[in-house]
C-alpha cells in the first residue's frame, strides 16, 4: 500500500444535504463517500431550499454557516431564492450562491492545509470561475463533474430561445468555462460523449455515475401506503421527485385522463417544486390522480415499492442533457420503469430491458405502454428480474466512490 496521503478535496456546489432529491443527496454521498476512504474533505455548498424553492426549516436567515457533518468540513453560505425561478430570476439565484462562495473559497485557497483538488458540481457552472480561483491559488487541480447540462436543459425548455444573441453567448460561456478544468466528469457514457463533441480532450473525461441511495425495497410492499391514500387493490403507476420544466410531468395527466375507465390503475405523484400547481390544476377533476409531499427519506423504500409501475418522463431534446438520478433507485426498487424517451438516446438505454419507453408527449403511447407492463405479468416479473441485477451492476456507490478515489489518486499524483 502507498505511504503517499490522499490529496485533499474541497467541493464547491451549491446543492447539499438535507436536501432530499436532486443533486444534493449526491454531493453528500461523494463528499462522505471519501472522507472514509481517507480523504480530507471539506465542501463550500448554499444554505439547502431544493426542490420547494424555500428556505429549509432551521436554515432560514442571513450569514455562513459552518459544520462538520461526518467527518465533513461544511460552509453553506447565504443566496437569493425566487420563488418562482423564471429564467432571469436563476441567473441571478446562481450568481448569488457564486458571490458568497467566493469568501470562503479565498479562505481556504490561505489557509495551511490547501486543497490538492477542487471539485465543481454543476449545475451551477456560474460556480466554476469560483472554484477556479480557489484551484489556482492554491496550486491545485481543477475538477469539474456535469450533473445537468444546464445551458442546453435552458434550450430544451424554452427558457432561452435558440439562434439569438443570448443562446450564442451562453454557449461561448459554457465552452470557455468547460475548458478551465483540468478534468471533467459527467454521470452517463451519453454525457460523457456530449462533452467530447463540445471538444473536451478525451483524456481530460471520465464517467462518475449517481447510484441508488434508497433504503432496502419494502418488503410489504407499500402497504402503509395503500392504506393511508386508500390505494388497497390499486396499480399504482408513482412519479416521484421535483416537478420542473425539463420532466414534462404534463404527460402523467394526460395519460391519466386516458385511462380514468381504468378503476384498477391510480396515478400517484409525489413531489415539489414550480410547476406543482399547475400540475395540479390540470387534473383537477380527476379521480386517479393524487398528489403528495415529498415523503420521508425513511420511507423512501416503502415508498419506492408501492408502485406496480414507475413512470420517468422526460421532455424531447432532454434524455441526453441529464440521466435522471431517480432512475437509480427506481431500478433497485425492482420495479418496472416506463419513460418517455427517444431510441438512440441514454435514457432509452438504461430503461431497455427494464421497462419500456415511448416518445416524449405521446400520452396514448405511454397510456399503453402503462396497460401493457400492468396487464403482462411474465413482462412484470422479466422486468423486475432486469432491474435489480442493473441496479446492483451499473449504480453501486461503493464503486461509483471507489473509481472516483482511484482517479483522484492518480490526477494528484
Given at each position: 500500500m502507498s505511504d503517499v496521503p490522499n490529496p485533499n478535496i474541497a467541493i464547491v456546489g451549491l446543492n447539499y444535504a438535507p436536501e432530499a432529491v436532486g443533486i444534493g443527496p449526491f454531493t453528500r454521498g461523494m463528499a462522505e463517500g471519501l472522507v472514509a476512504r481517507g480523504f480530507p474533505?471539506?465542501?463550500?455548498?448554499g444554505k439547502p431550499y431544493y426542490p420547494q424553492w424555500r428556505s429549509h426549516e432551521n436554515f432560514s436567515g442571513g450569514g455562513w454557516r459552518h459544520s462538520v457533518e461526518q467527518g465533513v468540513i461544511i460552509t453553506r453560505c447565504p443566496h437569493y431564492i425566487p420563488t418562482t425561478p423564471s429564467g432571469l430570476k436563476r441567473i441571478l439565484h446562481l450568481a448569488s450562491f457564486a458571490a458568497t462562495a467566493a469568501i470562503p473559497a479565498l479562505r481556504a485557497a490561505r489557509a495551511v492545509h490547501k486543497p490538492d483538488v477542487v471539485i465543481c458540481i454543476a449545475p451551477a457552472l456560474l460556480s466554476v470561475p469560483v472554484a477556479w480561483m480557489m484551484a489556482r491559488l492554491s496550486g491545485a487541480k481543477l475538477w469539474v463533474h456535469i450533473q445537468d447540462f444546464e445551458v442546453e436543459a435552458a434550450f430544451a425548455t424554452g427558457l432561452v430561445g435558440e439562434g439569438g444573441m443570448v443562446?450564442?453567448?451562453?454557449?461561448?460561456?459554457?465552452n470557455t468555462l468547460?475548458?478551465?478544468?483540468d478534468r471533467i466528469s459527467s454521470i452517463s457514457p451519453q454525457m460523457c460523449a456530449k462533452l467530447l463533441e463540445k471538444g473536451l480532450p478525451a483524456a481530460k473525461v471520465v464517467e462518475v455515475r449517481n447510484w441508488a441511495n434508497a433504503p432496502e425495497p419494502d418488503p410489504a410492499q407499500g402497504a402503509a401506503y395503500r392504506a393511508e391514500w386508500g390505494l388497497a387493490g390499486k396499480k399504482v403507476c408513482l412519479y416521484s421527485g421535483n416537478i420542473a420544466n425539463k420532466q414534462g410531468i404534463e404527460i402523467i395527466v394526460e395519460t391519466a385522463r386516458l385511462l380514468?375507465?381504468?378503476?384498477d390503475i391510480a396515478f400517484v405523484i409525489c413531489?415539489?417544486?414550480?410547476?406543482r400547481n399547475r400540475l395540479m390544476a390540470l387534473a383537477a377533476g380527476l379521480d386517479n390522480v393524487q398528489f403528495h409531499d415529498l415523503q420521508p427519506a425513511g420511507r423512501l423504500g416503502e415508498l419506492l415499492t408501492l408502485a406496480s409501475v414507475h413512470l420517468l418522463p422526460q421532455i424531447a431534446g432532454a434524455a441526453d442533457?441529464?440521466?435522471p438520478s431517480k432512475l437509480a433507485n427506481m431500478l433497485a426498487s425492482g420495479r418496472p420503469v416506463v419513460a418517455t424517451a427517444q431510441a438512440g438516446t441514454g435514457l432509452y438505454a438504461e430503461v431497455e430491458g427494464c421497462g419500456l419507453s415511448v416518445d416524449p408527449g405521446n400520452a396514448p403511447a405511454l397510456a399503453t405502454a402503462i396497460e401493457r407492463v400492468i396487464d403482462d405479468v411474465d413482462m412484470t416479473a422479466r422486468f423486475s428480474i432486469e432491474a435489480r441485477k442493473r441496479g446492483r451492476e451499473r449504480w453501486s456507490q461503493d464503486g461509483v466512490i471507489d473509481r472516483l478515489a482511484t482517479e483522484l489518486r492518480a490526477h494528484t499524483r
Open positions: 474533505v471539506s465542501v463550500i455548498a443562446s450564442r453567448l451562453a454557449r461561448v460561456v459554457e468547460l475548458g478551465l478544468a380514468s375507465a381504468r378503476t413531489g415539489e417544486g414550480p410547476n442533457l441529464v440521466l
